[in-house]
């Protein structure tokens, strides 16, 4: 009997993502008053960081180019904007079972590169069961 995968939400990420990694203090951000914040902050062994979240429900085919409507270019500029600065700065994207972690120095590729292209460049990509392999990263 199989199981019935979860439909991929940002919140089913988040969920995931929170308990996780061992001495990852994880926040959740639901600012609707300041555009481009990004979902969750972080701090880890003296390191803070930022990671936007977006899902998808389906899986996506290699040769497509997922359209990131729902990414704005607020949230893409504050991304670059901070990782410039030096902050660990990352884009969290949910599909299917799968997560894939882009760095901000990669956001731009969303909406105009294939997910062929977008796994390549990811620091991270693999079974969202899986997802404290992050730990390596954040």
């Known amino acids: 009997v199989g199981t019935q995968m979860k439909k991929m939400t940002e919140s089913y990420i988040w969920d995931k993502l929170k308990d996780s990694i061992e001495g990852t ?39 497509s180019v997922p359209s990131f409507r729902n990414f704005k270019r607020p949230q893409k500029k504050w ?12 884009l969290l994207i ?28 990811a620091l991270f990509f693999g079974s969202i069961d899986n997802i404290s392999g992050l730990k390596h990263l954040l």
């Open 25 to 63: 203090h994880f926040t959740r951000h639901e600012d609707r008053t300041t555009c481009g914040i990004p979902d969750v902050s972080y701090g880890r062994h003296k390191r803070n960081g930022w990671i936007e979240l977006k899902a998808y429900r389906m899986p996506l085919e290699l040769s």
């Open 79 to 90: 991304l670059k904007k901070r990782g410039k600065t030096g902050d660990y700065c990352f």
């Open 94 to 121: 949910g599909f299917g079972e799968n997560i894939l972690l882009l760095d901000w120095k990669q956001v731009d590729l969303c909406g105009q590169a294939s997910m062929e292209q977008l796994i390549s460049k």
